[in-house]
């Protein structure tokens, strides 16, 4: 059974930085698309950042040159490294990771998902 479970939010104040980790267990990886996504009160779950197997990247504007994905194969944990974080990111946020090796932040693309680490940023 494919579990991800994260790790590393907190609160922080603007223009720090946080890095969340998201545990891998379950399957594979070499052959999974792997991602971040955040959630805010009241909105839709947006992506934030995906890497696929090769170490190709994708961010979203939002976040480029603030926000890095990484992977650690041998840990099997994948990173979020959050630089000058702004009030507007804060939110829950999710690692995913599914079968595909299409590098995107469409949702659908991704099958499994983590419970979650919250991150809040205060101006």
Do not use: H
Not at 8 to 16: F, K, L, N, P, T
Not at 18 to 36: A, D, E, I, P, Q
Not at 89 to 98: E, P
Request: glycine share 12%; hydrophobic share 35%.
């Amino acid at each position: 059974q494919v579990q991800l479970v994260e790790s590393g939010g907190g609160s922080v104040q603007a223009g720090g930085s946080l890095r969340l980790s998201c545990v891998v267990s379950g399957y594979t990886r070499s052959n999974y698309l792997m991602g971040w996504f955040r959630q805010a009160p009241g909105k839709e779950r947006e992506g934030v950042a995906s890497i696929y197997a090769v170490g190709s990247t994708r961010c979203a504007d939002s976040v480029k040159g603030r926000f890095t994905i990484s992977q650690d194969n041998a840990k099997n944990t994948l990173y979020l490294q959050m630089n000058n974080l702004k009030p507007e990111d804060t939110a829950m946020y999710y690692c995913a990771a599914g079968p595909s090796n299409y590098l995107t932040l469409n949702r659908a693309f991704f099958r499994y998902w983590g419970q979650g680490t919250q991150v809040t940023v205060s101006s």
